[in-house]
């Protein structure tokens, strides 16, 4: 389960990373995300990075506390 939740915590990171990258500009993004609903796919990449991050923090935690 904690090498689950690793593999998530990297290809979330990854993804994240990489959505900032199509775009570099953090309020450019957040603009786009809340001016008229649609979003450009780099926020899109990062909005998915995050919950995949989370997932995995979730995974190590789950595993560190039954231990």
């Known amino acids: 389960m ?9 290809v979330g990171a990854g993804l994240a990373i990489y959505g900032y990258s199509l775009n570099n ?8 995300f809340f001016s008229n609903g649609s979003t450009n796919p780099g ?5 998915i990075g995050i919950v995949v991050a989370v997932l995995g923090i ?3 935690l789950k595993k560190k506390k039954q231990q």
């Open 43 to 47: 926020t899109i990449f990062i909005i």
């Open 58 to 60: 979730v995974f190590i």
């Open 25 to 32: 500009s953090v309020e450019a993004q957040l603009e786009s």
């Open 2 to 10: 904690t090498l689950l939740g690793i593999l998530f915590l990297l």
